[in-house]
């Protein structure tokens, strides 16, 4: 097959439900994930099309530096250019907006492009920003309700690769970057795995923020919350955005994480009146002082296969109530985490993957 010749999208493949499966292909590397408008598909929505082509792996070399150069480049009017990154499952439209310090699309947009059925299918939208008070960038998220949170730890690893391929830098990487939740430095390690310093973490009920009265200096720990007239016992914690961390009920402090219905009791912690910026919610398991599983419900996003500031959350609610230690791997649905609150700095570190799923354009 001819350089950038399209190939036909395997639609009727069990393994592709929509378009974005259609990348996911065993026989696609995220390298054939390439670009140009050739070969465009309807997903449904007569506003919302969505182009993507794949070139024969013949092609691969001679192809992959000049289209994804270009592709990146590319600043048509009224279309939007993207990457589909992931970070553990939790994906995400990434947008280069080194241009502006205005998203290039609105909360409602976002919320449009992330539908599953009628858009391109992600758990957010993530724009990389210029910096601003010194920082090398500025990130700012909208998530799939087009809501926007302070911070995303999964989105800043994939951020933190975006910015590389933008900026066709290679090896160890370290960037400053400006968030909801202050200064975070993503750092692409040698196994191109991402280290993120994701700051402090914040226990003071009010700057969670939850109205649970404090009950451990100003924090909220282990402390009875009533859900629909079950007493589970939460901590909470901040890590820019709120998060609230159970290991169990009252009566059984031994959860089974994966017998957990999330779509019915998630959105009730969500929603829940004490917390007045609603709330991201961890379920968690410990296997052992340095292991734990965990299941979330996201604000704004719902049931999500990995939330990189959870897993921190939940390390940090972890030491805290005395069931593990400072460094831990945390089993997502989606991969491990490796995270480590740091005693000297009071920071937390993250570490994990982040990948490229496919590049794509919608007109906007
Ligand atoms: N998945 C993210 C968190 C995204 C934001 C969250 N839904 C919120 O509203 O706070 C992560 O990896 O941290």
Redesign the pocket.
Known sequence: MAIGAAMPLPLTSPTCRSLTSFTHHPSFSPILKLNSLRETASLGNPHLRLAVVAVSSMSIKAAEKASRASFLDRREARILHFVKYH?LG?DFILVDNRDSSEPKITAEQAAKLCDRNFGIDA??VIFALPGINGTDYTMR?F?SDG?E???????VRCFGRFITELENLHGKQRFTVHTGAGLIVPEIVDDGKVRVDMGEPVFKASDVPTRLPANKDESVVKSGLDVDGVTWNVTCVS?G??HCVTFGTEGDQNLQVDELDLAEIGPKFEHHEVFPA?T?TEFVQVFTPSHLKMR?W????GA?L??????CAVVVAAVLEGRAARTCTVDLPGGPLQIEWREEDNHIYMTGPAEVVFYGSVPL
């Open positions: 970070g939790n758990d957010g998220i998530n809501s949170p302070e911070m995303c730890g999964n989105g890590m955005n709120p609603r991201n979330v996201e604000r704004g996003a999500t990995a939330c990189g500031t959870g897993a």
